[in-house]
């Protein structure tokens, strides 16, 4: 639980992340971002998982040279990954897989 613009705790994922994620983004910022790019993968929008998307953001920002908001943007604009490697993956499983190659791309 992380503390709030106004200074409160708050168990809201999306001020979690605009208050723990690099930048200056405000809650609406990180909503727009993170619902698309869960909606590109068929993803349902809920809180679990915009919180799944934040915890997996701040982890590959911490082991690349992207911050959390690009890394979220690029999943977003890539989408899912096609092809054989991809048929037997969750929508989730897949999400990770292109956030990480999101992580390391230039």
Known sequence: ??????????????????????GDYSRSEVKDIVDASLGTFDIPVND???????DLAL???????KNEMEIIACVSATGPGEGEEYEDMTKWENYE????GCGISN
């Open 1 to 22: 639980m992380l503390l709030g613009g106004d200074g409160t705790t708050t168990d809201d994922p999306l001020t979690q992340m605009s208050v723990a994620f690099e």
């Open 48 to 54: 679990a998982n915009r919180r799944d998307v934040g």
């Open 59 to 65: 982890k590959l920002a911490e082991d690349t040279d």
């Open 97 to 100: 897989v292109v956030a990480a």
